[in-house]
């Protein structure tokens, strides 16, 4: 049914991983201190005060890097097991290259990695949540080969100062956000808009880094304290529009096209892209009288070196589309949307009080995500790293309860009916933060951010206490009906 499963008394394993997630662009601040250099989200948001729709930036953010003992203490009030934050490459390393390596910037994270060590809870990092160094992509950023070596350099100086603290390391969040939004698109950093040349590109060089890492970290880290390495893909649910085979057809391109990109080369058997995308863009290369194909290809042996780089799958996911296959052309041309030609859309019934107008409550569709994983990828280890509800701000957020139990009680389903492996799930976010185009307008927080206080006040939401709850009990709050979403009746 509509929430991914009926009542139940089913539990969480007692071993199940509960976190919280945040980003080191959207929460720390201090964009220019302690020798920090600017990254490609800084150059942006300050050449570009309109792409941001309230004109906000994240100079300032929840200042985390001055409250970070604060973060601590709200993430042992959830009671969650382990906090996914992210590090910024251009407060590590302000030139992007490692002649300089900066100390105070490590010395942010150590001190944070300890505050959590010493309240019981498990550091997970993020090695790069879209923050590039601005001096890297002047020199062409993920487009440039080479990066794959900057990116590997940047990881070592992570795993030497990091690797005997921290248990669990994420390469990427969402990568398709960087490569396709970012140098295909508009709507992330850098704002590229090179569609059809390099958001392939980006994705190429991206995943030859990934696994750059992932070898450099199972060869000289792991060993130090039985670590575990992933990468956070993004994906929405793809449910087909009508129940018909071309329907079903472009509801499975979209899942292969889109997280299949970057989780065929890494978790499948026979790795490598996907069969459909290596057709369909040869073929339209071909009648865009390109000489070669604007997919760059792996050679058998790099399809070798990237298959099996991670020891679980890291899943974001926050809501579901409608699919079916485009009659003629869609997209600029060339563009991997035009490539692969098919039209998504929402169901004007799903709930959408949320401040993000991309996210309609859907649990059926994480339910079905996950099976979907689950068949495709061979039983892999899931940890969703991120799932979230976003509102225009408020403290008693019912919302955002009525999400996160109802998107609860569909992974339970998907736990204890549909057998998906999932050891930990991750709710986005701690707290208020920047949230890119929307600033400050779209609020995911468990914890409320009085932005205008000189301390950025950080006050527990009902959502936070709900979540806490769940962790204590491994259970949905008795009282939680799956068939009401009253909640969400504006
Ligand atoms: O229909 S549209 O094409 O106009 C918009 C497509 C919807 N996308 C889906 C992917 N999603 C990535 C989520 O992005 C993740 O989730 C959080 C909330 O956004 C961010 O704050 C995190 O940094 C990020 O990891 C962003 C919105």
């Not at 950093?189 to 990934?210: D, F, M, Q, S, W």
């Not at 956070?232 to 071309?246: F, I, M, R």
């Amino acid at each position: 049914n509509f929430s991914g499963g009926l009542k139940s008394n089913y539990t969480f394993p007692k071993d199940f991983l509960f976190g919280v997630s945040t980003a080191a662009y959207q929460i720390e601040g201090a964009w220019n201190e302690d020798g920090k250099s600017e990254s490609i989200w800084d150059h942006l948001v300050h050449t570009n005060a309109s792409f941001v729709k309230d004109g906000s930036n994240g100079d300032v953010a929840a200042d985390s890097y001055h409250h970070y003992k604060r973060d601590a203490e709200m993430v042992q009030e959830l009671g969650v097991n382990i906090y996914r934050f992210s590090i910024s490459w251009p407060r590590i390393l302000p030139t992007g290259l490692t002649n300089q390596i900066n100390e105070l910037g490590l010395k942010y994270y150590s001190n944070l990695i300890d505050e959590l060590i010493k309240r019981n809870v498990t550091p997970m990092v993020t090695i790069y949540h879209w923050d590039l160094p601005q001096k890297l992509q002047n020199i062409g950023g993920w487009s440039n080969a080479h990066i794959v070596d900057y990116y590997t350099d940047y990881a070592k100086v992570l795993f030497d100062n990091f690797s005997n603290r921290v248990k669990y390391w994420v390469t990427f969040n969402e990568p398709m956000q960087t490569c396709l939004e970012g140098y295909g698109g508009t709507y992330r950093a850098p704002v590229l808009n090179r569609h059809g040349i390099a958001e392939y590109l980006c994705t190429h060089n991206l995943l030859k880094a990934h696994a750059s890492v992932y070898h450099l970290f199972n060869e000289n880290y792991r060993h130090v304290n039985k670590g575990k390495i992933g990468m956070s893909l993004d994906s929405n649910w793809a449910e087909p529009k009508t129940d018909t085979p071309q329907d079903r057809e472009a509801a499975e391109l979209y899942l292969n096209t889109h997280l299949g990109w970057y989780a065929n080369p890494v978790y499948s058997k026979e790795g490598n892209y996907p069969k459909d995308l290596i057709k369909l863009v040869d073929e339209k290369s071909l009648q865009q009288n390109y000489t070669r194909s604007r997919l760059p290809k792996f050679t058998p042996e790099e399809v070798n070196y990237l298959k099996g780089t991670a020891d679980f799958f890291g899943l974001n996911h926050y809501t579901t589309y409608l699919l079916s296959m485009a009659d003629g052309e869609v997209g600029a041309i060339p563009s991997h949307e035009n490539d692969v030609g098919i039209v998504r859309v929402q169901d004007p019934k799903w709930p959408s009080d949320s401040s993000s107008t991309w996210l309609k409550v859907v649990p059926f569709g994480f339910r079905r995500l996950l099976k979907w994983i689950t068949k495709t990828y061979n039983n892999v280890p899931i940890i969703v790293t991120e799932n979230g509800y976003a509102d225009f701000s408020g403290l008693d957020d019912k919302a955002r309860v009525s999400y996160y139990s109802h998107y609860l009680n569909a992974l339970l389903h998907a736990i204890h009916e549909d057998n998906s492996t999932v050891e930990g799930y991750f709710a986005w976010s701690l707290m208020d933060n920047f949230e890119w185009d929307d600033g400050y307008v779209s609020r995911f927080g468990l914890y409320l951010v009085d932005f205008k206080s000189p301390n950025k006040t950080r006050t527990a939401k009902s959502s936070a206490k709900l979540y806490a709850e769940v962790i204590r009990s491994r259970a949905l709050p008795a009282a939680y009906d799956p068939e009401d979403f009253t909640a969400f009746s504006g």
